[in-house]
Each structure stands twice: as C-alpha cells, then as structure tokens.
C-alpha cells in the first residue's frame, strides 16, 4: 500500500488550500483506512502533528470510496509554510490473516505568503 499525496502550492495569507492524500494498492490488495493523520515539517524544525479526525485547526473529510482523505486549510497564515505529510493506519487483509501498518506519503509543499 502506498500515500499519495498532492494539492500543495503557493497561496496568499487568508487563502486556502485543499490537500489530499490517496491510498492505493497493487491488484488484489484489500486494504482499509483505519485513521488518517496529517502532519507538517518546517525549514529547521521538528515535524509536527497538524489534524487527525479529532482535533486540529483545519479539517480533515474522506471519501472512503476513492480511499482519500481531504485537508482543508482556511485562513491560512505565513507561518504554515511548510512540508505537509499524510500518515495513515491502514488493515490490509490477507488470506492468512490481517496486517495492520503504519504509512507516510511523500509530502506536499504548502507556501504561505504575506
């Protein structure tokens, strides 16, 4: 299984942004999204938690169907630049059994500017 995810760019303070991370699986894989994080890396810091489906400023949606889970940031500030990571527990289930795992995506520049 692997975390896709896109939609980063360059946006204006006050903007917003919609960040997605898909999961996919090579054919045959059944595999489900028990939970779905989104954390962020800034230039020189630590990286840090930013959603998950129960607290954080933004918000985070799915669509279980398309295996994606949404980020939307609203009013974003200069200082939410920064590298932005899905990570997510996934259960694959396998004919021997289920595997439960834990899996980052690539990551997504978000650039704020003042």
């Known amino acids: 299984v692997q975390l896709q995810a896109s939609g980063g760019g360059l946006v204006q303070a006050g903007g917003s942004l919609r960040l997605s991370c898909t999961a996919s699986?090579?054919?045959?894989?059944?595999?489900?999204?028990?939970?779905m994080a989104w954390y962020r890396q800034a230039p020189g810091r630590e990286r840090e938690l930013v959603a998950t489906?129960?607290?954080?400023?933004f918000t985070i949606s799915r669509d279980n169907a398309k295996n994606t889970v949404y980020l939307q940031m609203n009013s974003l500030k200069p200082e939410d630049t920064a590298v932005y990571y899905c990570?997510?527990?996934?259960?694959?289930?396998?004919?021997?059994?289920?595997?439960?795992?834990?899996?980052w995506g690539q990551g997504t520049l978000v650039t704020v500017s003042s």
């Open positions: 489906d129960k607290l954080g400023r």
């Open positions: 699986g090579s054919s045959g894989t059944i595999f489900s999204i028990n939970s």
């Open positions: 990570n997510a527990v996934i259960t694959i289930t396998q004919p021997i059994g289920t595997i439960i795992n834990d899996y």
